[in-house]
C-alpha cells in the first residue's frame, strides 16, 4: 500500500514539474519578447535591464534546484545563440544565479520587497560582473572599469524598478509554482 502511495506521489510531482515548466518555457517567450522588442524602446542612459537574471532568481527562490538550473541551461544557450555570443558564458552564470538564489532563500525572506531587491541586486551584480569578466579572458581585451561599473549601476537601477512595480506578481507566481511542487511542504505558504 505504502509503495502505491508513493508512486503517486512522484505522480503528481513529475505531472506538477511538467506543467510548470511548460508555463516557465510561455513565460520565458514573454521575456525575451519584452526584453528584444519593447525594454529598447526605454532606455536608461542606453541601458536596457536584464529580466533573464530576475526570471532565473524566481525560478531558484520559490522553485528547486533542478528547474532552476535547467532553465538556466535553456535560456542562456538560446541567448547565445540567438545573440550570437560565445556559447557557455550566459547559461553558466545564469545556473550560478539559480543556485545562488536557493542559498539566498535559506538567508532571507521572499516574503518582504527589500528581500528581493537585495537578492535582485546580489544577482545582477554577480552575473554581470561574471560575464564581463569571463568574456575579458576569453576574448581578451582590456576591462573597462569604470565604463562598466556605470552601465552595471543603470542597470541595476533598471532591474530594481522593475522588481518594485511587480513585487506582487512575482510573489504570487512564486507561492503558486511553490505550492505546486511542494505539496506536502507544511511550510508553504497560502496567498
Known amino acids: 500500500m505504502r509503495k502505491i502511495k508513493n508512486r503517486r506521489k512522484d505522480k503528481i510531482n513529475i505531472s506538477s514539474l511538467l506543467l510548470i515548466s511548460i508555463f516557465l518555457l510561455l513565460i520565458f517567450g514573454i521575456i525575451y519578447f519584452l526584453q528584444?522588442?519593447?525594454f529598447p524602446m526605454f532606455p536608461i542612459a542606453g541601458v536596457k535591464p536584464n529580466?533573464?537574471?530576475?526570471?532565473?532568481?524566481?525560478?531558484?527562490?520559490?522553485?528547486?534546484?533542478?528547474?532552476?538550473?535547467?532553465?538556466?541551461?535553456?535560456?542562456?544557450?538560446?541567448?547565445?545563440?540567438?545573440?550570437?555570443?560565445?556559447?557557455?558564458i550566459t547559461p553558466s552564470m545564469l545556473c550560478l544565479i539559480g543556485f545562488i538564489a536557493t542559498w539566498f532563500d535559506s538567508l532571507w525572506s521572499k516574503d518582504e520587497k527589500i528581500s528581493i531587491i537585495v537578492m535582485v541586486l546580489l544577482s545582477t551584480l554577480i552575473f554581470e560582473?561574471?560575464?564581463?569578466?569571463?568574456?575579458?579572458?576569453?576574448?581578451?581585451?582590456?576591462?573597462?572599469?569604470?565604463?562598466?561599473?556605470?552601465i552595471l549601476f543603470l542597470e541595476e537601477l533598471y532591474n530594481i524598478l522593475l522588481t518594485i512595480i511587480f513585487f506582487g506578481f512575482i510573489k504570487k507566481f512564486g507561492y503558486k509554482m511553490e505550492r505546486r511542487l511542494k505539496r506536502n511542504n507544511m511550510y508553504t505558504v497560502e496567498l
Do not use: P, R, T, W
Not at 528547474?67 to 538560446?78: A, E, N, V
Open 51 to 88: 529580466l533573464f537574471v530576475i526570471f532565473i532568481l524566481i525560478i531558484g527562490l520559490y522553485g528547486n534546484n533542478f528547474l532552476s538550473l535547467l532553465f538556466g541551461i535553456i535560456c542562456g544557450i538560446f541567448i547565445d545563440l540567438v545573440h550570437g555570443e560565445i556559447i557557455g
Open 129 to 150: 560582473f561574471g560575464s564581463y569578466f569571463i568574456k575579458s579572458v576569453v576574448l581578451d581585451f582590456q576591462m573597462e572599469i569604470k565604463i562598466f561599473f556605470k
Open 36 to 38: 528584444a522588442n519593447i
